[in-house]
């Protein structure tokens, strides 16, 4: 058995570097594509009402991995070169929005209709209705789902570490192989997710319980 | 007065105006002309159609037969006439539907600003204008929720009125608030209808209706039964529903 020393835990940290960075980028992206999704699965259109819809369940009913898989051959097989990296952010970027996209439909449809109808009233056009007075009391109201799907991100990345993406799990991995010590190395491994995920976690519940009581 | 009434069409006129949920017939051949100026109260049981009555000629709601005009402009349906429309008309509604998220000025200056295109500086000097004219301008700096009732439709009215229309529609603006808070919205709406605005109120506030009404109009059932001056419409209703009606909501004021 190897000892876990300094250059393990700095290893240890360059792996949750990548952590990080896979989760900010799934969830930015996911934001942006999310809010798309959002606002074309509450349009008028029923086409575009059903294309999102399909597209949301697609995600929400396959594993998380296989979404990984498909996206990181399935780019291969289209002839284009990309690195791990590329691949998996992009397959993360589609699982987030997906995600992302229909908790903040909820939101939106959770904003009492008269809103949209002072809105109307007072003759605001579409962008500024979802910009000005719609999305922002919508965002309020996703924020507990929200935080919890991005625990669930951070979570999720570990899956990445399936197809080669050296993040914090498939450094533990490593470590772990040379050390002899997958209980300690995990133990660690586990206790940075947690570290990460907790106080998120935390800040949801208080939010939620802080809007439940202005609720009554 | 009546020879103005002759050269200018009416503000608002509806025509054999019909509306259905489904199978409910919700408006029956409504015809309906406003001069402007012109206060009209609408009062009728729960479920007559009265607030569709008024919805309908901002286009919140869709109707399937008969043509509403307001200032001249048809609504068709199409944007453009549904913008022009909601242009000259204002809507003051029960549940206030203040923007939350919005200090009550912001929620004055955004429409004009939006819609109008009116710089930041210009929408908060008519912003400021208008809660003064409500009496509320002290609360400018507060949220909606900071606010009562009464205050919350006040800023309302002032909302509504940052947009210069022609007619404010009011949809029982003073059926959520509690029994004292009922007088200072009222005494702002009779204000404004010194001022010469067009309104046309859905409410039971008869006390209201007798002070400042042109003409009181009656709907039960989607139709309008009967319409005349507060006077004679209080004083000798001539259907038999009219004064039932009158019978139920005399009794409880």
């Known amino acids: 058995m190897g000892p876990i ?8 940290m360059q792996g949750l570097k990548w952590t990080v960075l896979l989760a900010i980028v799934g969830f930015i992206g996911g934001g942006i594509f999310g809010i798309l999704i959002a606002l074309l699965r509450t349009s008028k259109k029923k086409v575009t009402r059903t294309i999102t819809a399909g597209y949301i369940g697609i995600f929400q009913g396959t594993p998380l991995l296989m979404q990984l898989f498909v996206v990181y051959y399935g780019v291969a097989l289209l002839g284009v070169e990309v690195n791990a990296w590329i691949a998996v952010a992009i397959a993360f970027t589609l699982h987030a929005s997906a995600f992302l996209g229909e908790i903040w439909r909820g939101s939106i449809e959770a904003v009492p209709k008269g809103q949209t109808e002072a809105a109307n009233a ?13 999305l922002p009391q919508a965002l309020k109201i996703s ?6 799907f991005l625990v669930q991100l951070i979570k999720g990345t570990s899956l990445a570490a399936l197809v080669g993406f050296i993040e914090l799990t498939r450094v533990g991995q490593i470590i772990s192989n040379q050390t002899y010590r997958p209980l300690l190395v995990f133990g660690i491994v586990g206790a940075i997710y947690f570290i990460i995920c907790w106080p998120l976690s935390h800040v949801g519940s208080g939010l939620e319980k802080r809007m439940a009581k202005a609720a009554r | 007065m009546l020879n103005s009434a002759k050269d200018h069409p009416p503000l608002i006129s509806l025509e054999d ?9 919700a408006l029956k051949s409504i015809s309906l002309s406003v001069r402007k100026g012109e206060k009209i109260v609408l009062c009728g049981p729960s479920g007559s159609g009265k607030s569709t009555l008024i919805r309908c000629i901002n286009a919140l709601e869709t109707i399937e037969e008969g043509t509403i005009v307001v200032e001249g402009q048809v609504l068709d349906g199409s944007t453009k006439s549904i913008d022009a429309i909601r242009r000259e008309v204002g809507m003051v509604f029960q549940s206030f539907n203040l923007f939350p998220h919005m200090t009550v000025l912001q929620n004055c200056t955004l429409a004009p600003m939006r819609v109008r295109g009116a710089s930041r500086t210009d929408a908060e000097r008519l912003a400021r204008k208008y809660l003064e004219r409500v009496r509320i301008l002290d609360q400018a700096e ?11 439709q006040r800023v309302a009215i002032a909302r509504a009125l940052c947009m210069e229309p022609k007619v404010m529609l009011f949809d029982e603006p003073t059926s959520a608030l509690d029994p004292e808070m009922v007088k200072e919205v009222l005494d702002t709406m009779i204000g404004l209808a010194r001022d010469g605005m067009t309104m046309i109120c859905v409410t039971h506030e008869m006390g209201f209706a007798r002070q400042v009404a042109d003409r009181v109009i009656f709907m039960a059932s989607g139709e309008i039964i009967e319409e005349a001056e507060p006077e004679v419409f209080f004083k000798s209703p001539k259907h038999e529903r009219t004064k039932t009606f009158l019978g139920e909501i005399l009794a409880h004021h």
Do not use: C, N
Not at chain 1, 122 to 134: N, P, Q
Not at chain 1, 143 to 148: D, K, S, V
Not at chain 2, 17 to 25: E, I, L
């Open chain 1, 5 to 12: 020393g300094e250059d393990e835990l700095f290893f240890l």
């Open chain 1, 122 to 134: 007072l003759g605001l056009h579409y962008g500024s209705r979802m910009k000005d007075v719609i």
């Open chain 1, 143 to 148: 924020l507990p789902a929200t935080i919890g």
């Open chain 2, 17 to 25: 105006v019909q509306k259905w949920y489904g199978a409910f017939h």
């Open chain 2, 142 to 152: 507060k949220y909606p929720a900071q606010l009562s009732g009464g205050q919350q």
